[in-house]
């Protein structure tokens, strides 16, 4: 199993370009989350899905969009980039269940410039 | 909104010392987790807890969940260089209903010198 696998490892974005970071993931697992950190400030919740077709927002969530077509792929947009969206991005999984532990991939590192 | 401290935010310590970091909260958890992660990679899981006073072990790693299940420690004995990184706790809230959501802590970044 490959676990959960990031497209593009790195990335530099010049101000209000878009682009799509992808993540799959290969456990069959219902929840998948994106996140971003940024140095000294632990992980913050953008988005998260409890399965295909359901997405909700997490804790800052402006800026960006998600989608859940099938149960394998969670790509996150970000739509006119701006300097604020450099950060080191986590696609995460995890199975049902009331623990909710997760299973993360690589991270993109982004730079907005 | 609900926060999880991190203490000490920083550690640097000696080959083969003991160290213990610590996870606290105001509210109570329905689970807890610490991940380690390492500079360039994602967080890895390391240990789940959801009893209150559970303690489980992993090499020489402890883990303890606190009796109310408002905060947990992670000792670790005989550290070693490859312990080196960010240590991460992240706990689900007890909301009467599935959240489906983690809280991080912020970290402890540890260093191991040889």
């Known amino acids: 199993n490959a676990g959960v696998t990031q497209t593009p490892k790195f990335r530099i974005l010049k101000i209000g370009q878009s682009m799509t970071l992808q993540c799959t993931q290969d456990?069959?697992?219902?929840?998948m989350y994106w996140y971003r950190q940024d140095p000294g400030m632990g992980l913050k919740l953008i988005y998260y899905s409890v399965g295909a077709g359901i997405t909700d927002k997490g804790e800052v969530p402006n800026g960006y969009n998600v989608s859940r077509s099938t149960t394998e792929d969670f790509p996150l947009r970000l739509e006119l980039a701006a300097p604020s969206q450099t950060s080191v991005y986590f696609c995460a999984s995890g199975p049902t269940g009331y623990t909710y532990e997760q299973y993360f991939g690589p991270g993109t590192r982004l730079t907005v410039t | 909104t609900q926060l999880l401290e991190q203490s000490p935010q920083f550690l640097s310590i000696q080959e083969g010392e003991n160290l213990t970091v610590y996870c606290n909260s105001s509210?109570?958890?329905?689970?807890l987790q610490w991940y380690r992660q390492e500079p360039g990679e994602g967080p890895v899981l390391l240990v789940t807890?959801?009893?209150?006073?559970e303690v489980k072990k992993l090499k020489r790693l402890t883990f303890q969940f606190g009796d109310a299940r408002k905060d947990s420690s992670l000792h670790i004995t005989a550290a070693q260089p490859g312990d080196t990184g960010l240590y991460l706790c992240?706990?689900?809230?007890?909301?009467?209903?599935?959240?489906?959501?983690?809280?991080f802590g912020k970290g402890t970044l540890l260093t191991v010198n040889p």
């Open positions: 992240a706990g689900a809230y007890d909301s009467g209903g599935s959240n489906y959501k983690l809280t």
């Open positions: 807890v959801v009893t209150g006073g």
């Open positions: 456990m069959n697992h219902n929840y």
């Open positions: 509210s109570v958890f329905s689970s």
